[in-house]
């Protein structure tokens, strides 16, 4: 690009970066695009496209010379935005749906915006200042005492990842301390029906795992953690318990495990990426009972807490003993390292991080924690409702009573490839976005709820298309 009359930009090292008229025109190039996205009224569904189309639509995009704002933005607008699945469309009931906030999304700009750190407090106080807050204000409401802290990482797999790597250093020292050998094989306990990221886990941490198994209804309690405990002996150091799973959003019987391990002394780890946010509506509290006890939960704020992708919130118990078995140690670090100071870089496995707590923060403190709750609560009782309808329909029938936001169902008469082309015609017709699921082997469907905007009468337009 040639210089400008009067631009007093003179080289290409700082045309980038420095502020001009050309910065100004192109901020407001995507800051408009940023608006209109977020303001949409009806969000398109879209749907993927083939590399070929895509290649043949985008054509070459990376050139010496670059191909200029304004056809890059059109570029994304056009041709690479409408080939994503918008997973905030009320329509989107698949995996675990997101339903960013006006709020979130628009300040996840301004945390871009603002070259935050978010590693350390000498770099990053103010944000991790307000990190902090949200990550106390979920501690309290788990139950966990005011010591307990964290970190918000990139997503529930790295959260329980981090959680086990801490529950594993936590009883390596313990046996140093009283002159006992590690076991040769350290494990893991969880219920069969725990998430993949479990054993994504135990495979990068080269651990076992033994299962325990759940009731009929899929929920693990006390008594079955405890007879796996006692096969397993010294070599276990955490019990992980799921609050609500992603299949069905079954929540384990927390209080009755947290017996068992306290009376053992093993770390209690809950996963709630999906579930745990359902415990900020009062009426659901009980269900959660016993997370009061655990050593360290996760739950997903771009899942069920209306954040955009990618946040995890990650809480200890004791995050002192997080922080010895997380602190990586390199000269050029020991500044912020041989400090007192609060580094949330220390808190789990990363190094530099986005402060991707903010965007949770700030759509929080603007609207209060009541619309989070009723915001939830819109998801339960949609669940149920629909779930009702469903019961009643002759061609349909429930596989279980929904527990949170997720309904599982079966079309009766229909095989794996009834359904597959079912799901193909009405995401083609982009009336919605739900894939075929299996249950102990049967094909079913599924929806999970999470977007406020998701209506009864929408989730009805779809059912009428299994008659
Ligand atoms: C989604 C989910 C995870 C994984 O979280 P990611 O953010 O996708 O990495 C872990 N556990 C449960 C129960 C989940 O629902």
């Given at each position: ?56 639509l985008a054509g070459d995009t990376i050139t010496a010379d670059g191909i200029g704002e304004r056809r890059a933005i059109s570029l994304f607008e056009h041709v690479l ?346 995401l083609e017709e982009q009336l919605a976005f739900v894939v075929p699921s299996s249950h102990d082997g049967e094909p079913v469907l599924r929806f999970a709820i999470i ?17």
């Amino acid at each position: 690009m040639a210089a400008a009359p009067g631009d007093s930009l003179t080289t290409d090292a700082d045309r980038m970066h420095a502020t001009s008229d050309e910065a100004a025109a192109l901020i407001d190039g995507v800051l408009a695009y940023a608006r209109r996205r977020v303001l949409y009224e009806d969000v398109p569904l879209d749907k993927p496209l083939s590399p070929k189309d895509l290649a043949r639509l985008a054509g070459d995009t990376i050139t010496a010379d670059g191909i200029g704002e304004r056809r890059a933005i059109s570029l994304f607008e056009h041709v690479l935005a409408p080939a994503c699945l918008s997973t905030d469309h009320p329509a989107y009931l698949s995996f675990i749906p997101s339903a960013p906030s006006k709020a979130s999304v628009a300040f996840d700009v301004i945390v871009s915006a603002s070259s935050v750190y978010g590693g350390s407090w000498q770099e990053g106080s103010g944000a991790v200042f307000a990190e902090n807050d949200v990550l106390h204000f979920l501690a309290r409401e788990f139950g966990l005492p005011a010591e307990a802290g964290g970190v918000f990482v990139q997503g529930g797999t790295i959260g329980n990842l981090s959680a086990l790597v801490a529950a594993r250093d936590a009883a390596r020292r313990r046996n140093r301390a009283a002159g006992r050998e590690d076991p040769r094989r350290w494990v893991v306990v969880c219920s069969a029906e725990a998430h993949s990221s479990i054993a994504s886990a135990a495979d990068v941490m080269d651990i076992d795992i033994a299962t325990a198994q759940p009731d009929a209804g899929g929920r693990l309690h006390g008594d079955a953690v405890a007879r796996v405990l006692d096969e397993q002996g010294d070599a276990v150091f955490a019990v992980v318990a799921t609050a609500g799973t992603t299949n069905f959003g079954i929540v384990d019987d927390i209080a009755t495990i947290a017996e068992v391990t306290t009376a053992r002394g093993v770390w209690l780890h809950v996963d709630g990426a999906y579930g745990l946010a359902a415990m900020l509506v009062p009426r659901m509290r009980q269900a959660f009972a016993g997370v009061e006890h655990a050593d360290s939960v996760i739950v997903d704020p771009h899942k069920w807490l209306f954040a955009p992708f990618d946040a995890c919130a990650l809480i200890y118990r004791d995050p002192t003993g997080a922080r010895r078995a997380h602190t990586q140690r390199a000269e050029y670090l020991d500044t912020l390292t041989e400090g007192a100071d609060w580094n949330p870089s220390d808190l789990a496995v990363q190094l530099t991080r986005r402060a991707r707590g903010l965007p949770l923060w700030f759509s929080l403190a603007a609207h209060g924690t009541e619309r989070y709750r009723a915001a939830i609560d819109h998801g339960i009782e949609l669940a149920k409702r629909i779930g009702d309808e469903i019961a009643s329909r002759e061609e349909l029938s429930l596989v279980r009573d929904p527990q949170l936001s997720v309904v599982v169902f079966r079309r009766e008469g229909w095989n794996a490839a009834d359904y597959k082309a079912w799901s193909d015609r009405v995401l083609e017709e982009q009336l919605a976005f739900v894939v075929p699921s299996s249950h102990d082997g049967e094909p079913v469907l599924r929806f999970a709820i999470i977007s406020p905007l998701t209506t009864f009468e929408k989730l009805v337009e779809i059912l009428d298309t299994l008659r």
